[in-house]
């Protein structure tokens, strides 16, 4: 039987693609892992590997074609022994049921193998292996397109019987959907005013959708400190005046990184993100770093970033960001993290609350370093550069007190800033 080549889902948050270019043709063979495609997602263009061999019967859906839903046959696979003649009609006038929501797939149970009658589809290499490992396919749940048994799938198995199903989860009361905006109705309160109308690309769908569901669903709650940056600036000018022969140049977000990283180890507690019915506490600080690209963002995560010195920071930050803005990040190059970082600091702005990327715990936003009137220790008025700094807090995941206490922890770390290196 054919089998359909589907439009995969790159990334977390992809509902559909632009099949940008074809790297085959009809008539070519292929195997698995071979590179087939090249697809925009709504994040970056990624490759597109095959999960099986076979001969490409027939491209569905032509170069540069946008708006591909995921899970959409692009293309038709012919197995060992099948011709054209078998592809019959293809599926291309079928429609499509829309992917499921993130939550939903997360709640879902992995399909079980497609069988007609006494038949188990798999591929032709799951098959081989599957013989020389003595496995039975009727008791391998296949990861493949429509529960099709893959190699990956029977590589690591064991013959063993199958799992018993899991009970169904009682059905649970929603709240009522929001209506949706309608387009028309607000295009017709500008009739006569003129405008130009901007489709929406892949990337600010996403943004839309995942910052809507962030504030709707997130008790955000916010801790606002101001930072003295006057030590920080005097050391930053002592180690770059050093490092210059080395080509390195700190910036101050490099230090925020560093402060923020350290932070999350000195109160492991808030180093957390929420799963859904349970927290995560991860070991590493792994930070993301907010980057703004034409019509969006991206959020780089720093990975083990209390592990690494000032200067490997800010030689991946650099790296990260300009990748980034060349739309050339990997898929786990912007995912997972459980804290983030955005700096409107360079662009003038004081203060402000961001919004936070679920599933982190927090984000940090950064304001500009202004000179201020303070009062010393010693009461008397001086001039400091001063930093706003405000905590937004996910409060399933941390409470006041440790929010409070991880924003005294990186103000710290900011005000001495030599200590980070130790």
Known sequence: MP??????????????????????????????????????????????????????????????????????????????????????????????????????????????PVKTGDRVFASPLARRIAAD?????????????????????????????????????????????????????????????????LPLDGMRKTIAARLTEAKQTIPHFYLRRSVTLDPLMAFRAQLNAQLEKRGVKLSVNDFIIKACALALQQVPAANAVWAGDRNLQLEPSDVAV????????????????????LSALSAEMKDLATRARDRKLAPHEYQGGSFAISNLGMFGIENFDAVINPPHGAILAVGAGLKKPVVGEDGTVKVATVMSMTLSVDHRVIDGALGAELLQAIVDNLENPMAMLA
Do not use: C
């Open 133 to 197: 490992k003595g496995l039975d396919l009727s008791q391998i749940t296949g990861s493949g397109p429509r529960g099709r048994i893959v190699k990956a799938d029977v590589e690591g198995a064991e013959s063993q019987p199958a799992a018993a199903p899991a009970p169904a989860a009682a059905p649970t009361a929603s709240a009522p959907a929001a209506k949706p905006v309608d387009a028309s109705a607000i295009a017709k309160m500008y009739e006569g005013r003129a405008y130009t109308e």
């Open 290 to 309: 907010a980057v703004a690209i034409e019509g969006g963002l991206f959020t780089p995560v720093l990975k083990d970033a209390h592990q690494k010195s």
């Open 3 to 112: 089998i359909e080549i589907l439009m995969p889902a790159l990334s977390p948050t992809m509902e559909d693609g632009t099949l940008a270019k074809w790297l085959v043709k009809e008539g070519d063979t292929v195997s698995s892992g071979d590179v087939i495609a090249e697809i925009e997602t709504d994040k970056a263009t990624m490759e597109f590997e095959a999960v099986d061999e076979g001969v490409i019967g027939k491209l569905l859906v032509a170069e540069g074609t946008a708006d591909v839903k995921v899970n959409t046959p692009i293309a038709m696979l012919l197995e060992d022994g099948e011709s054209v003649d078998d592809l019959g009609a293809t599926p291309e006038s079928a429609p499509q049921a829309a992917p499921p929501k993130p939550a939903e797939a997360a709640a879902a149970a992995p399909p079980a």
